[in-house]
């Protein structure tokens, strides 16, 4: 376990708080279910990458959403663990049942705002909407002191409107304000203008911070949250790999590396230990059975490989032609040897480890064994290679 806390203590303005979930929205898409035991061992391996919030998932959904919100926040991460909620009080109860025992917990209540949410699902006035959610935060407050209030659909909700139901949020006590764009309808410079429309007219203690929340159905989840982030917001809700409803969430890794990358440009830091992204997004890979494309930027396969002999020339005279960032910035082995027969244990071990798996010292020795006899049959062992053994020997016992 990493030293460092993720502690929502206020980190001043230049702090960008990554809010992963991974476990919730990313669960959520189709193909992408995880049982309790993966569940803990992504919870453990988004502790190590350092983010501040893991969204654990849905209490009220269901009993297993329930026990695996329980058990990550038994964990006792530095992480903060959030719960989802709808207005109802008995959404509220079971996160607050589920996170009873966590020491460092967050309410997350969900209501739409839109005007076509109102008409057609909820039936309810704006006011009616108001009313609901800030009696949430109310019932919310006996149980926790960090609540976050999401206006769902946010992207198409009249502006002036999204600022009154935010303001009687922040009046009701709480303390994150998340604006998702729910259908992933929305462009960069129009969500950077909403979010400086709400930095401008919110009547807001600097504790309290503005959330993003986009959706990637236009493919501009990403650059929405850079918008996002330019018109205020520091908090961005992601999700390893992108996975999420639909076309998925804003991608954590490109979200981060874009920040780091462009510290030029947006002068604003997160916590995350970027050389975690990598073996983190293996292990989300190897867990769903969801693959991310080969040109996926910062984790795919191809993400740094200079096919070209323009580039490839480039690249040995000086690395920065065609390279913005390193492999290793991001845990990317520098050393990407393909292991073979003659492989030894210690070769074996660090690979497991750049790819994510931290195993006993007995399941390597069982490990070690079926990959020498993988070893004889095929001449080169891959990293898929590697993540299917570790995943089918998984089914024998705990490791
Ligand atoms: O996309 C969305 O609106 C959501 C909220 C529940 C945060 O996932
Ligand atoms: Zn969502």
Redesign the pocket.
């Given at each position: 376990m990493n030293t460092k806390t993720n502690e929502n203590a206020d980190k001043g303005n230049d702090y960008v708080y990554i809010f992963d979930?991974t476990l919730r929205?990313g669960e959520q898409s189709p193909g992408c279910s995880m049982n309790l035991k993966e569940k803990l061992q992504v919870a453990r391996a988004l502790d190590d990458l350092r983010v501040d919030v893991i969204e654990a998932g849905f209490p009220i959904a269901s009993d297993g959403d329930f026990e695996s919100v329980k058990a990550i926040g038994d964990l006792g991460l530095n992480a903060k663990i959030c719960g989802?909620s709808r207005t109802r009080r008995g959404d509220i109860e079971a996160v607050a049942r589920s996170l009873e025992s966590a020491p460092n917990k967050r309410l997350?209540i969900?209501i739409a705002t839109s005007p076509i949410h109102r008409e057609h699902k909820l039936r309810m006035s704006q006011q009616q909407i108001i009313d609901e959610m800030t009696a949430a935060v109310a019932f919310g407050k006996q149980w926790f002191d960090d609540i976050e209030v999401?206006a769902?659909?946010a992207g198409r909700t009249e502006m002036d409107y999204l600022t009154e139901y935010f303001q009687a949020a922040i009046e009701a006590g709480a303390n994150v304000l998340?604006v998702?764009?729910?259908v992933g309808y929305v462009t960069p410079s129009e969500l950077q203008a909403q979010f400086q429309h709400l930095t401008d007219h919110l009547d807001k203690p600097d504790s309290v911070v503005l959330s993003a929340?986009c959706?990637d159905d236009l493919g501009l989840s990403v650059a929405n949250s850079l918008g996002a982030i330019e018109g205020g917001a520091r908090q961005v809700?992601c999700t390893i790999n992108g996975i999420g409803?639909r076309a998925g969430n804003c991608s954590l890794e490109e979200v981060v590396m874009a920040l780091r990358t462009r510290q030029d440009r947006f002068a604003l830091r997160t916590g995350i230990d970027t050389t975690r992204l990598y073996p983190t997004s293996r292990l989300v890979t190897s867990v769903t059975g969801s693959r991310v494309q080969a040109n996926k930027a910062i984790v795919g396969r191809n993400a740094f490989a200079h096919e070209s002999g323009i580039h490839q020339d480039g690249v040995l005279k000086n690395v920065e032609t065609y390279e913005i960032m390193r492999p290793t910035d991001v845990g990317v082995p520098e050393n990407s040897l393909v292991l073979g027969k003659h492989s030894g244990r210690h070769a074996f071990r660090d690979r497991l480890e750049q790819l994510g798996f931290a195993v006993t010292k007995e399941k390597l020795e069982d490990l070690f064994v079926a990959f020498k006899a993988l070893a004889d049959r095929k001449k080169s062992v891959y990293d898929e290679d590697i993540e299917a053994l570790v995943l089918g020997n998984e089914q024998s016992g705990p490791w």
């Open positions: 979930t929205d989802l997350h969900f999401t769902e659909d998340n998702p764009d729910t929340h959706h809700e409803e």
